[in-house]
């Protein structure tokens, strides 16, 4: 398959990229470098089956030859760099978005959307399951990322329903590994270098919110399947006869864990003598987020395999080197 | 002022150029007329201070001389007519609106935005404050208009808040009068045509759903106070420090009605012979919906005047016409 990634520079669009070359497809990877970086991917330039496109989508792509798939990962997704580029995190994931389902339409091509567990906001309900409609604040700082991503989501299925574009959904939970950029503003990357660093440890709030971390190769693997996968193939969904494939799809590691926590088992890790210092908790912060991964496990035939302890590892290495 | 008004064809719209005509301001007046009509606008082409121009604001719109305010109003606005028009309705709800929002910044014009009561969606809380967050299904049919409206919302703040942008943000709850359309599709046309043409009145669900219905003079008063009004004057909001004039406004009737109560009411004024015919309720249909009104009294010293009665006789009568 000859599949267009959008945001393929960027921490997750790279492992995708890696990941569906060593699969034998071609790939296009369109990015403006605006969070993500040309050395994420200097290591597939010289791989023919590989082109990169300097590109803002939010502007608009023209594609020559065949696409067989379009991969939207295009996005500023941490909060630091949401919040630095609120107008072009709202752009690529309205109008990107919509110029990326045009491009699908154009080609009858397959359409996979990056979507987010931040649709659930600060969520009432523990674990989500993909039919909670969420709690999300449309006007506050936050509203830059969870809009774009609600919109986005919305305008997949007006194309899935309008249009017959086969479209695919992935909510993504806390995702960490290698690539990560160290100045990225997540809580693993910052902890882990705070810690080599010798550095307070930054906690918002009192550490008590919980989140859950998928280690960056299960989520591809996650995400791999539910692009490949054939449409009217696959269990039911376990949500109602209409939650087919083409409807959104939680991937990410039910393992729930406190902030404080993580903190702790990163310091033990790294061996760092660092403190945990405690900060204010930022506008919107959810105070908890964990998957119901039901309906990956029946669909897809997935679940994470790497444990916390171990992606750790892997990570520590990564950001020592 | 020299004020744009996108979506002036339509029936708000038609009503809010009018009212804005007569206080002796310049109207520019953008439609692609998709569910507008140019019939609306015919008593207005007369007058100098009134200008259309045939234009989708998705594509962009380029404005000759001054602009002082830009009043977005733009959308399809009656569930059939976003759910025939689902892409269309998604697309000027976020690019529309971006584009709005680009020339109110490259004037520095004042900036105002019909926003609804479908941001908060199938509501868990009653009345609606405009702190509540909203429930709304982000993938559902009727997400193309709510989540449309939602990052309308989101990127308005988000140019308020990167840029300074004068905002505005009226989340405007159901409205009748003069002027709707007849196969709009909303509950007051729908009865008072079906009502006159002795057809029986169609009610979803069992009837006992609430909505609020303000009249269009009382809901185009509170819009034109809120359009007028000085940043920095006004009573505090009442919902903290931060809910200035530029965080959204409720504006609509407090009167909560249920809908077969609605029904009963327009038969017996219209002195009709029809039967009420129960539907099965449509996806994702609110439940109930009433407006607190509190901050839109206390900033814009604003409620409605006409009742219920007053204004259904008046709506009937141009019906009858």
């Known amino acids: 398959m000859r599949i267009?990634?959008?945001?393929?520079?960027g921490f997750l669009g790279r492992h995708f990229c890696e990941r569906i070359l060593s699969l034998g497809h071609e790939v296009l990877c369109l990015d403006n470098l605006l969070t993500g970086r040309r050395e994420n991917i200097t290591a597939f330039e010289e791989n023919p089956a590989f082109r990169f496109v300097s590109q803002?989508?939010?502007?608009?792509?023209?594609?020559?030859?065949?696409?067989?798939?379009?991969?939207?990962?295009?996005?500023?997704?941490s909060p630091p760099d949401y919040l630095r580029y609120p107008i072009q995190t709202l752009e690529v994931g309205t109008i990107g978005t919509r110029n990326m389902l045009e491009l699908a339409r154009t080609h009858r091509a397959r359409f996979l959307l990056a979507s987010t567990s931040e649709v659930y906001g600060d969520p009432k309900v523990n674990p989500q399951t993909e039919d909670y409609w969420g709690n999300v604040n449309p006007i506050g700082p936050r509203s830059v990322y969870d809009e774009a991503k609600r919109a986005s989501e919305a305008l997949t299925m007006a194309y899935h329903r309008k249009h017959g574009i086969d479209t695919r959904i992935a909510r993504i939970f806390n995702t960490y590994g290698p690539w990560m950029r160290a100045n990225d503003g997540r809580v693993v990357s910052?902890?882990?270098?705070?810690?080599?660093?010798?550095?307070?440890?930054?906690?918002?709030?009192?550490?008590?919110?919980?989140r859950s971390?998928?280690?960056?190769?299960?989520?591809?693997?996650?995400?791999?399947?539910?692009?490949?996968?054939?449409?009217?193939?696959?269990?039911?969904g376990g949500l109602g006869e209409e939650w087919g494939i083409n409807y959104p799809i939680n991937l990410g590691n039910p393992r729930e864990e406190k902030i404080a926590d993580i903190a702790r088992i990163i310091l033990k890790m790294t061996g760092s003598s660092s403190q945990v210092r405690f900060h204010p908790l930022?506008?919107?912060?959810?105070?908890?987020?964990?998957?119901d991964i039901s309906r990956a496990r029946r669909f897809l035939g997935w679940e994470p395999k790497v444990s916390l302890e171990e992606g750790l590892a892997r990570t520590i290495e990564y950001f020592r080197d």
């Open 56 to 77: 803002d989508v939010s502007a608009g792509a023209h594609i020559e030859g065949k696409v067989d798939a379009v991969v939207h990962m295009a996005c500023p997704a």
């Open 213 to 236: 971390f998928c280690y960056v190769s299960d989520l591809i693997e996650g995400l791999v399947r539910l692009l490949l996968m054939e449409a009217g193939t696959g269990a039911a």
């Open 282 to 291: 930022p506008a919107d912060d959810p105070k908890l987020r964990c998957p």
């Open 4 to 9: 267009v990634v959008t945001g393929g520079a």
């Open 190 to 210: 910052n902890f882990i270098v705070q810690a080599l660093q010798g550095k307070d440890l930054t906690v918002y709030g009192d550490g008590s919110q919980t």
